[in-house]
């Protein structure tokens, strides 16, 4: 049928030509085309007798379907023109996706650093931030499902008009936009993995700077405190006023493994009965491992590994007193000194025994469980400055020194600093010179 349309509409435009030509020859005169069958002879005469005729019905039907036809090839033409516009569009749109994920694989394979080219445009300018660019990508992909749905509207319409959408053509929209909605999911999936590796970097980064800054804040405060209250660091002294079994200082510091000691201080007291514990040092599974202590009635003792020796000391008398105690592992030997002299020695006191290490030092108290159960009978009560500690036995010649004021050496394993003391349970730390208060009290 289409092509038996064609070839009336062929011969009418023939017939047409000749018409135009023949006016334009003789003006006034008028042609008649007459329809020839196929086959026939055309020398031989033709009737034409009523072929002058008004067109006939069936003439303007086909007339008519000629130029509809005509006018939907246009359409279709102006259509197919128009979807490989979008089609080019959607592969140029692919490419930058392609190269944008290329990118990404990149910029992960140097280490993860973001990019900072900003005069790149891949997908439309994307922003840099992942949630931006997110966000722009959904509405790049709404945007081409909205032109897909044109295009089939446009399609339904061309089917309702007679016309036939092309198959080929629909499926390879559809493909090519498979393909980048699976371009672009790939895409949020990575920015989703950047942004999460970006945020526990940041995290981390974070909190190393703040642990840091503490650190320093601590020691700046520290060291402002240590040079605000005293000239030295060593010139202070704690003071433990009653007998309670909250008041004590500690050391912040821990000992080492030992097999011999030197432990010295300088005391001051007239509590009666007894001093109480003027420091003690406990490990895990021995509370005493080293204990000075006065309690009641008793002497001074010497505590190693909860095994006694009683000391030829004397101190309660509220002045200041030099004490050091010395000790070994071998044979357990061990001296007592106060103010410079040796008053004792003695032996067999916890005998080839070491010292445990990584225990807690509390200064006026007698610890039942390492670093508490303190009991008030046993507390120290009055003040206490200058406890130094050595892991070796210092020669006398040294504690004479120390204790006359003629020498000054700090403990090799506990010196005795402001940073390294602590106070609790009202126990006060101020400022002191030893000798020339000791001066002023003889």
Not at 378 to 392: K, L, P
Request: negative net charge; hydrophobic residues 35%; contains cysteine.
């Amino acid at each position: 049928m289409f092509t038996f349309a064609v070839g009336l509409l062929y011969v009418y435009a023939l017939g047409s030509g000749r018409v135009a030509r023949a006016n334009a020859q003789a003006k006034g005169s008028r042609f008649v085309c007459t329809p020839v069958p196929a086959g026939a002879d055309l020398s031989c005469p033709v009737e034409t007798t009523n072929r002058v005729q008004s067109a006939s019905p069936q003439e303007d039907e086909f007339r008519s379907t000629i130029i509809q036809l005509r006018e939907t090839v246009l359409q279709q033409k102006e259509t197919i023109v128009s979807q490989q516009g979008t089609i080019k569009e959607l592969n140029a749109k692919l490419s930058r996706c392609e190269a944008a994920a290329q990118d990404a694989r990149d910029s992960k394979v140097r280490g993860g650093a973001r990019r900072k080219d900003y005069g790149k445009n891949t997908m439309g300018d994307l922003p840099r931030d992942p949630t931006e660019t997110i966000e722009q990508l959904g509405k790049t992909m709404q945007s081409l499902k909205d032109r897909l749905e044109n295009l089939e509207q446009q399609q339904l319409r061309a089917n309702m008009s007679g016309a036939a959408f092309p198959n080929e053509l629909r499926d390879l929209l559809k493909r090519r936009l498979g393909d980048l909605e699976s371009q672009l999911l790939r895409r949020v999936t990575e920015l989703e993995e950047e942004k999460t590796q970006l945020y526990n970097e940041t995290a981390a980064h974070r909190q190393r700077t703040e642990n840091t800054l503490n650190s320093l804040l601590e020691r700046i405060t520290e060291l402002e405190r240590s040079n605000s209250a005293f000239k030295s660091p060593e010139d202070f002294k704690i003071s433990l006023p009653l007998r309670t079994n909250y008041l004590y200082g500690r050391i912040k510091k821990s000992l080492p493994e030992m097999y011999a000691f030197t432990v010295c201080m300088w005391l001051k007291s007239s509590a009666s009965p007894g001093i109480g514990t003027p420091f003690s040092y406990g490990v895990p599974g021995q509370a005493n491992e080293i204990v000075l202590i006065e309690w009641g009635n008793n002497p001074i003792e010497l505590l190693v590994n909860d095994k006694v020796a009683q000391l030829p000391l004397s101190v309660s008398d509220g002045r200041w007193h030099h004490i050091c105690i010395t000790w070994t592992t071998r044979d357990g030997f061990w001296e007592a000194y106060q103010d410079g002299e040796r008053l004792g020695t003695g032996e067999n006191l916890a005998p080839w025994h070491p010292i445990k290490p990584g225990g807690v030092i509390i200064l006026g108290q007698e610890q039942d469980i390492v670093g508490g159960r303190f009991d008030a009978t046993q507390a120290f009560v009055g003040e206490m400055s200058h406890f130094n500690m050595w892991d070796r036995v210092l020669r006398p010649i040294d504690i004479s020194g120390m204790a006359n004021c003629s020498a000054y050496m700090p403990g090799n394993v506990v010196p005795w600093i402001d940073g390294n003391v602590e106070v609790f349970g009202g126990a006060t730390k101020a400022a002191l010179e030893i000798c020339e208060d000791r001066l002023f009290d003889s």
